[in-house]
């Protein structure tokens, strides 16, 4: 039987692949765990996300009916939901401490620059899925978190308005934009992501765990990938699913109220925490810089740092030149110090 | 084409000589059709993705409110055909109407008694009771509206 199939699909030679894995132990070997986490959380994401699918119904009529009837009436709908939901938020955490340890680990040197790349786009996605999923409940936070998110979106030069009318599905946040974010959310995002998955986990296999430039030693000990580190990721899996359990039976997830398109944005409105150092940002700014719109100018200096997060494996090449490298850790020091500010200053101010 | 010229100018075209440009030829065929289907398929993708224009309300005036529901010192959202209006009433008892759509990024704005402003909670913006920006992010005033009075109905109309 083994044979057989073994002969049709060469399972032994991935099992020679997966044998021969292997992964360095040093002092920051701690960072390697994170990039699973987050493959783990996205796998929590895809199962709650299509058992919610169950119940959901993606009309401005039905959706906020449809979650309440989700986590009032069906059975372990609140668990599920928040699952989702703080799922969600964990796994966009732990991609950023993904992204930062490989960004100051330098693990992004020659010949890993497409594993970054892979990264950053997989980034990218994973913030879109935030935004599109956080106004299926179609409340009132959602709504107008959509209604602004969407206009930002509205001020890049030139395509502005036509990406805003697709994104909105008409000129104003309506039940066509609820149709298009949920079509996004469901079918778009996660064939993107499954294909983006497959390059950035085959691109690990293909070049190994990077070792840092800074522990690169002769003799490095390393561990077998299976079944040690397989074992100590599956720890930190359970763990994970044990503080989901927890946060949702604590701080189940709010609903909120219905979205009204007549009623003014309520006090005290706030994006999601992984947007809250934009928008602070966007609050500080002058309505007039220069003669042209604050804001426009903020929203474009965060889509080119954006862009720049592409760039960085092809301007930092290797660990040769050390005023580079110090340069790169300042910026990545700045940057994380700033998005960690900004973001406790938007949660504690009203 | 110079090269097609020299071709059918030669001596002895033998098979092998026209081969290049009848290939050459076949390609563009092949290259044009593929370019051409493809076209067939994207066009109609891209505008089926992009939404059909709702023809606008031709309203140009509407009962805003009654005036016993807008004491001295509030504010009111009206529909005016798809969007929000406010209606608000100043201390000295004058009805104004703006468009309540704030200008900085499309939230709906409120009226808050305590400054007297119309305010924005998004992201904090403030406007006068002229509509004008005088705080915070917004970078242009609200569109005003005319008011006018008709027994006891507030008739909001555009200016």
């Known amino acids: 039987m083994k044979d057989w199939l073994d002969e049709r699909l060469s399972i032994s030679a991935l099992g020679d692949i997966a044998r021969k894995k292997e992964v360095p132990l040093h002092r920051h070997s701690i960072w390697y765990y994170f990039g699973g986490m987050t493959l783990f959380l996205f796998v929590v994401q895809v199962v709650t996300g299509i058992l919610l699918l169950l119940y959901y119904r993606p009309s401005a009529e039905n959706a906020f009916e449809s979650v309440q009837f989700i986590v009032t009436e069906v059975k372990f709908g609140w668990l599920i939901r928040s699952i989702h939901s703080w799922s969600a938020n964990l796994m966009i955490a732990t991609l950023f401490i993904h992204l930062f340890s490989v960004f100051f680990l330098r693990a992004y040197y020659r010949p890993r620059e497409m594993t970054w790349v892979s990264g950053v786009v997989l980034l990218f996605i994973v913030i879109c899925f935030g935004f599109s999923g956080y106004l299926l409940p179609w409340n009132k936070l959602a709504f107008f978190a959509t209604k602004v998110g969407t206009e930002i979106a509205g001020v890049i030069p030139i395509v502005g308005h036509t990406v805003l009318r697709f994104l909105r599905g008409g000129d104003d946040v309506t039940g066509a934009t609820l149709t298009r974010f949920f079509g996004f959310h469901v079918a778009v995002l996660p064939a993107a992501a499954t294909v983006f998955l497959a390059v950035h986990v085959l691109l690990v296999q293909l070049h190994g765990m990077s070792v840092p430039p800074s522990v690169k030693a002769e003799n490095l000990r390393k561990m077998k990938f299976i079944p040690n580190f397989l074992l100590r990721d599956l720890i930190g899996w359970i763990l994970a699913i044990g503080v989901l359990a927890a946060l949702a039976a604590l701080f189940p997830w709010e609903l909120g109220e219905k979205a009204d398109p007549f009623a003014p944005a309520p006090a005290g409105i706030k994006p999601e925490w992984y947007f809250l150092f934009m928008f602070q940002t966007l609050k500080y700014l002058p309505a007039k810089i220069l003669g042209m719109d604050g804001e426009v100018l903020g929203i474009m200096a965060f889509n080119v740092v954006a862009l720049l997060l592409f760039i960085v494996p092809f301007v930092d090449r290797g660990p040769e030149n050390r005023r580079r490298t110090l340069i790169f850790n300042v910026i990545g020091a700045v940057a994380l110090l700033y998005i960690v500010v900004m973001t406790i200053v938007g949660y504690v101010t009203e | ?159």
């Open chain 2, 1 to 159: 084409m110079s090269k097609m010229l020299q071709d059918s100018t030669a001596q002895n075209i033998g098979p092998s000589d026209l081969e290049p440009s009848r290939r050459r030829f076949l390609d563009y065929l092949l290259g044009t059709s593929v370019v051409a289907t493809l076209g067939a398929i994207v066009y109609p993708i891209i505008r089926f993705m992009s939404p059909p224009p709702v023809i606008e309300s031709t309203e140009n005036s509407v009962v805003a409110a009654k005036l016993n529901e807008v004491p001295v010192n509030s504010g009111k959202i009206f529909k005016f055909g798809s969007k929000p209006g406010i209606l608000v009433r100043t201390e000295s008892g004058e009805l104004k109407a703006f468009s309540a759509v704030c200008t900085h990024l499309d939230c709906i704005v409120q009226f808050q008694a305590e400054t007297k402003h119309i305010w924005c909670a998004c992201h904090n913006g403030h406007y006068n009771l002229n509509g004008k920006n005088i705080g915070g992010p917004p970078p242009r005033p609200l569109e005003e509206f005319k008011v006018n009075t008709r027994g006891d109905e507030i008739v909001v109309s555009k200016a």
